[in-house]
């Protein structure tokens, strides 16, 4: 018999003390499946176990927003309230049932000014957000406060639940998005300005998430590698923001990139097609043009020690094999 031929993509790995079979993720999405106040459905959860068989070893759920000022689309999974944990419970079992022993993260989001569905929305700072027309409120650092709790009681929820792990969505222009990026974070107290003071609020979220569930449950989290704006988050920035988060102890960082506010950016401004959404991108018809975040995740990975998840056009296994085996990342995420 001819020898089997091993496939870096199909090897177990670890992010966090989790283990997960291999190295492929999938990405979370938004999939507008649940009830408009939030709760699980029998179509998300008939979703989630498609997923589960198809044999990735993480699941990264849509999106779960966190507070009622948080929700950015109809029909969003909320994890906002204690009586939602019985729903998303169904999630995390269904794919432990049927994964074959794939784990699953569940997404936690607070929108910001990206919202379709409130007629009010709050922000690090008052930065119209032209896609939905509106211009938010600055936050007062009393709703920060209870914004960080909220974040701490859904990934609290999210364990009681039987999630493997969180991931905070701090990518695509949403609140924690706007935190990190100058070109949203204006403020002049001690969450706006440098660096530091841009990432406290994702620390502190961290340490305050530690404090409800433990060291022994994963946090994992999503952020821009360039905003694609100008006065926004780029590279050298990026890269600042990925060095602090894994000293602060990130379990694993996915890369991805832009804002809702990409869209009114001509082709020719950015030099590529964006999707509706700009986090995905359309024309990906050949092997060149996947993995288009990897130049990125090249150099993050010269300044973190977390695990390092890669998104973005992926969708050949020899690119796959490829990417995996010049170690600039350690998971790739399709969706």
Request: proline residues 4%; hydrophobic residues 40%.
């Amino acid at each position: 018999m001819p020898e089997r031929i091993k496939f870096l993509a199909f090897e177990a790995s670890e992010i966090g003390g989790m283990i997960v079979k291999n190295r492929l993720v999938r990405s979370a999405t938004y999939e507008h499946m649940a009830s408009e106040g939030g709760s699980v459905t029998d179509e998300l959860i008939k979703l989630y176990r498609t997923l589960a068989e198809g044999g990735v070893g993480l699941i990264i759920t849509g999106a779960a927003y966190v507070q009622l000022s948080g929700k950015s689309v109809p029909c969003l999974t909320g994890i906002y309230r204690d009586d939602l944990i019985p729903g998303l419970r169904k999630i995390a079992e269904t794919v432990h049932e049927h994964g074959d022993g794939c784990k699953v993260a569940i997404q936690l989001l607070h929108c910001g000014r990206q919202s379709f569905v409130l007629e009010n929305t709050i922000a690090p700072s008052a930065v119209f957000e032209p896609v939905v027309k509106k211009m938010p409120r600055e936050m007062t650092i009393e709703e920060i406060e209870e914004t960080i709790e909220a974040f701490a009681k859904a990934a609290r929820r999210a364990k009681e639940a039987g999630f493997d792990a969180v991931q905070l969505h701090a990518a695509h222009g949403y609140l924690l998005s706007e935190f990190l990026s100058p070109y949203t974070n204006r403020r002049t107290d001690e969450y706006g300005g440098s660096t530091g003071n841009r990432t406290k609020i994702v620390e502190d979220i961290y340490k305050r998430i530690v404090e409800n569930v433990g060291t022994d449950f994963p946090i994992l989290i999503k952020i821009n590698v360039d905003d694609f704006l100008e006065g926004g988050i780029n590279l050298n920035e990026s890269k600042k923001i990925a060095e602090r988060l894994s000293k602060t102890g990130f379990a694993a960082i996915e890369t991805s990139g832009c804002m809702w506010e990409v869209t009114t950016r001509s082709k020719e401004e950015l030099g590529w097609v964006p999707a509706m959404l700009p986090e995905s991108r359309i024309n990906i018809r050949s092997k060149d043009k996947e993995a288009y975040y990897l130049p990125y995740a090249r150099e993050i990975r010269k300044v973190i020690a977390a695990p390092l998840i890669l998104v973005g056009g992926i969708r050949s296994l020899d690119v796959i094999e490829n990417i995996l085996g010049e170690g600039s990342v350690d998971f790739v995420a399709l969706c």
